[in-house]
């Protein structure tokens, strides 16, 4: 079975903290994105990575930046954490050379910052 | 640039009722489409899609048409149950274009026994 793995499911940070949110895959993509999703808002397209070390920003991309090391790790860094970043953030992947195919995604990580 | 919009909820139905989501697009390009549900404390998982226009998708009695001549993408069920109670967000994929997905802002359907 395929999959994407958030490393927690839920977090609380205080306000100031440089808070790190993994993402891993099993699927060889070469696509990876964080998105953040709020109530009546939607998902946001945050930062995507077509590549190791490649990275584009998305729609909001203010406050945070991102890692990727290696082809299945894709991290999310949130240089000082701000209570208007409390959200459900979601990793997904999918597959840059075969067209039409779907992005998968993973469980979401629940941040709380107090 | 490329947009989803679908249909605002909540919706709330009763058991066996049919159901319709509203979902248009505009894209610069000739996109996929896609509808994901995501069920109360998960992530997104893909329900059906479709890559070119008149393809239906289908899947756990879901069914959606690509109707280009529209833009749009209306998911439907004929008899709903309370196991369908989900988010419901319609995206785009276009071809050749930025590889991200674009979704709608997602419905909130609940089904009452």
């Known amino acids: 079975d395929v999959k994407v793995t958030q490393s927690s499911r839920y977090l609380v940070k205080r306000t100031g903290e440089k808070v790190f949110l993994e993402c891993v895959q099993d699927m060889d993509h070469e696509n990876m994105f964080w998105y953040r999703q709020d109530p009546g808002l939607g998902l946001r397209l945050i930062y995507f990575?077509?590549?190791?070390?490649?990275?584009e920003k998305g729609d909001i991309p203010e406050g945070y930046s991102v890692s990727r090391e290696k082809k299945e790790r894709f991290s999310l860094i949130l240089e000082s954490a701000s209570t208007n970043q409390t959200s459900m953030y979601l990793c997904?992947?999918?597959?840059?050379?075969?067209?039409?195919?779907?992005?998968?995604f993973g469980q979401g990580t629940r941040l709380t910052v107090v | 640039g490329d947009s989803v919009t679908q249909m605002e909820g909540p919706v709330t139905l009763s058991e066996e009722a049919f159901l319709t989501i509203n979902c248009t697009y505009t894209?610069?390009?000739?996109?996929?489409l896609f509808w994901y549900v995501q069920y109360p404390g998960e992530g997104l998982q893909l329900l059906l899609k479709?890559?070119?226009?008149?393809d239906k998708g289908s899947n756990k009695g879901f069914e959606a048409t690509y109707r280009k001549e529209t833009t749009s993408f209306h998911l439907e069920k004929g008899s709903v149950q309370v196991s369908d109670s989900a988010v419901y967000f319609c995206?785009?994929?276009?071809?050749?274009?930025?590889?991200?997905?674009?979704f709608g802002k997602g419905t909130k359907l609940t089904v009452n026994p």
């Open positions: 479709a890559t070119k226009a008149d």
């Open positions: 995206a785009l994929r276009v071809r050749g274009g930025s590889e991200k997905l674009v």
């Open positions: 894209a610069t390009g000739y996109p996929s």
């Open positions: 990575s077509y590549d190791v070390k490649m990275k």
């Open positions: 997904a992947s999918s597959n840059l050379i075969v067209m039409n195919t779907e992005a998968f």
